[in-house]
């Protein structure tokens, strides 16, 4: 057991079919450092957890994304699974939640398909990211850098492809979360946006 992440709060945005390990691995390496962990989702309940294809545990929501508040968080985690990320960028409250955690400069760790928050929130345009492997193009188009790398780091946003990168993953996020607020990042999230907003 570290210190690293004392009292910190860290929420995790999932729903169901959410790819068990990326959620439980990270969940267990902040609550190691001392964090506080919540499960953020788009419902009351439980979500389902899947190993791949194939159904696993489920999970207690603490907060609904309706209820959530990026400042009542350090930071954010966002796991993948392919129907957990494409179910919430439909959400409207779940894209802007994470819209919010990128406006206040706040570090967050996003792993395999969850990199689509990041296209669906306008947030990846002008950054470094790694992914699932299918979702490069849908990057690439959204103004991102996307490159294949076990883990990349670009000022408070830590990615990685799949639960084999769980390791530098996890390493990764415990160090940017223990900095804190990422000025860069904020500043970053401006000008996509600003870049969105400017006519072709």
Request: charged share 30%; aromatic share 6%.
């Given at each position: 057991?570290?210190?690293k ?7 995790f ?35 389902q ?87 490069q193009t ?17 000022d ?31 500043e ?13």
């Open positions: 057991m570290g210190d992440l004392q009292g910190k709060r860290i929420a945005l999932a729903t169901d079919m959410v790819e068990q390990v990326e959620l439980t691995e990270p969940w267990k390496a902040v609550e190691n450092e001392g964090a506080t962990p919540e499960l953020v989702s788009l419902g009351e309940g439980e979500i957890g899947f190993n791949h294809y194939d159904k696993a545990d489920r999970f207690k929501v603490d907060r609904t994304v309706e209820e959530a508040r990026a400042d009542d968080y350090d930071a954010l985690v966002i796991p993948g699974g392919v129907g957990n990320p494409d179910a919430m960028r439909t959400d409207e409250n779940a894209v802007d939640l994470v819209r919010k955690f990128f406006e206040q400069g706040k570090p967050v760790g996003v792993i395999c398909h969850g990199p689509w928050m990041l296209v669906e929130s306008g947030v990846v345009r002008g950054r470094t990211v790694t992914s699932w492997p299918s979702l849908d990057i690439r188009n959204a103004g991102g850098n996307w490159v294949d790398r076990k883990v990349v780091v670009d408070g946003l830590v990615t990685s492809r799949k639960p084999d990168d769980l390791p530098a993953f996890n390493e990764k996020i415990i160090e940017e979360f223990a900095e804190g607020i990422h000025r860069e990042q904020a970053k999230a401006q000008s996509a946006a600003h870049a969105a907003a400017t006519p072709k």
